[in-house]
């Protein structure tokens, strides 16, 4: 069965001051997948990179494994996690890089989605995260909004989100 993969849009911050959301509206529902890669940096220290469905603040779970140069670690948080940002007090000019993939987002089940995540600090440590996340809602998803834990988006900073179809 091929599967095709096809660029819904992109969304790139132009501000010089930052942008507080990345959002993609009226996604179209026929596609099977979808597929979310973004490169994106804080104005802030924030490291964390937030994801919302549909305008929905609740019913979100992410469990991730994390590594860096010095440890590990593994745990749950009750966001939705779609990966990490690089913090303003970081090396400049750098940026995480993240994918995050949604299989069958129009479905009428709980919502998973998973995410592998690097963020680089070309001085000093860099990260390696894994997340998988369930969105506890049997509603289509129809609409995303990307944060940053702390801060806005810095310049440059961009999303794109793909459909993907197996035909």
């Not at 993969?5 to 959301?21: D, F, H, P, R, Y």
């Not at 049997?138 to 801060?151: E, K, M």
Request: proline fraction near 2%; aromatic fraction near 10%.
């Amino acid at each position: 069965m091929p599967t095709t993969c096809t660029l819904i849009q992109t969304v790139t911050v132009t501000a010089a001051g930052g942008q507080a959301s990345i959002d993609f509206t009226s996604i179209p529902q026929n596609y099977t997948d979808l597929m979310l890669l973004s490169s994106v940096r804080s104005t802030s220290t924030g490291l964390g990179l937030i994801i919302k469905y549909n305008g929905s603040n609740t019913d979100y779970t992410s469990n991730y494994l994390e590594g860096n140069s010095a440890s590990a670690s593994a745990g749950t948080l009750s966001i939705n996690q779609a990966g990490n940002s690089v913090s303003s007090a970081f090396t400049a000019s750098v940026f995480a890089n993240n994918s995050l993939y949604i299989p069958n987002y129009t479905g009428s089940t709980f919502k998973s989605s998973s995410c592998d995540a690097v963020t680089e600090n070309n001085s000093t440590t860099s990260y390696l995260d894994f997340y998988a996340n369930l969105w506890s809602n049997t509603a289509a998803i129809t609409s995303i909004a990307l944060t940053v834990s702390a801060g806005s988006f810095a310049q440059y900073s961009s999303a794109s989100l793909y459909g993907i179809k197996n035909s």
